[in-house]
């Protein structure tokens, strides 16, 4: 399947894994006042579509992973920032927003490689993900509140979704940055590696997940997605739809057969 063509960022596909990275460095890859959320929701469509692709992964080019919106603009009341309550709403819904629509609707795994400081809304885009392994050079920070402002782009409830209420609230209302070692502690992050390392670290998860039958991946996804908002009785009706469907696919018959040969071997 042809690529997307992509305007801020770069797009590679290698054995069914997928890389994005964002590539404004000179603006920190700040999400306002560039392409990237335009990149970004071109990819999340098109990951969907494409059959070939079992794993995304996201990271950044350059010193950060993200700085998240673009404080310049803010200063002037310009781009993104301008004209009066509805007009920002407005621009927030048709702009920035689409991401989070976007990305929680991916059907594969999400890695997210944290090459560098993830702040504001650039910390919301890693917590979107299903993974984070950040370099050790990493710190994030929600950082909304410090600039007289709420995280805008759903970072409020993706936060406490991956580390719970108490300390998301904490670390939302303090607007404090943390390092990848704490961040790590907090369970933010799967796991800390060397700024040379990182990529080969994000891609070794991407890998060993791309190796599963590919439909199942995206049925185990939806389920993970799905479980929190669900009664268990309405989950396990899905369950079983979706089970029903995987002992249908070719792919579950040569898993089996796969495993089968495996066990007569030893």
């Known amino acids: 399947m042809t690529l997307p063509e992509l305007k801020d960022a770069r797009l590679t596909l290698d054995n069914r894994v997928a890389l994005l990275t964002l590539q404004r460095h000179d603006v920190r890859n700040a999400l306002t006042g560039t392409a990237l959320v335009d990149d970004i929701v071109a990819v999340a469509k098109w990951v969907n579509r494409s059959e070939d692709v079992s794993v995304l992964v996201i990271t950044g080019d350059g ?3 993200s700085a998240g919106g673009n404080v310049k603009d803010m200063a002037s009341r310009g781009g993104d920032f301008a004209g009066d309550v509805a007009e920002v709403a407005e621009r927030y819904r048709h702009g920035i927003q689409r991401m989070p629509l976007a990305l929680q609707a991916v059907e594969v795994p999400i890695i997210a490689a944290v090459n560098g400081p993830a702040i504001g809304a650039g910390f919301d885009l890693a917590n979107m993900a299903d993974i984070r392994i950040a370099s050790r050079r990493a710190k994030f920070g929600e950082t909304f509140l410090n600039l007289g402002i709420i995280p805008g782009d759903g970072g409020a409830w993706f936060m406490q979704r991956q580390i719970g209420y108490q300390r998301a609230f904490e670390l939302t209302l303090s607007g404090r940055v943390i390092d990848a070692d704490e961040a790590l502690a907090y ?3 799967l796991e800390v590696a060397e700024p040379e390392d990182l990529l080969e670290a994000a891609m070794t998860h991407a890998r060993r997940i791309a190796t599963q039958p590919p439909k199942a991946t995206r ?7 799905m479980a929190p908002d669900m009664q268990l009785k309405a989950f ?3 369950c079983a739809t979706f089970q029903g469907m995987c002992h249908n696919e070719p792919e579950h018959l040569e898993a089996v057969n ?5 066990m007569a071997k030893k």
């Open 63 to 65: 010193s950060a992973f």
């Open 187 to 189: 369970g933010i992050v």
């Open 219 to 225: 049925l185990t996804k939806r389920l993970m997605k």
């Open 236 to 238: 396990l009706d899905v």
């Open 258 to 262: 796969r495993m089968l040969d495996s």
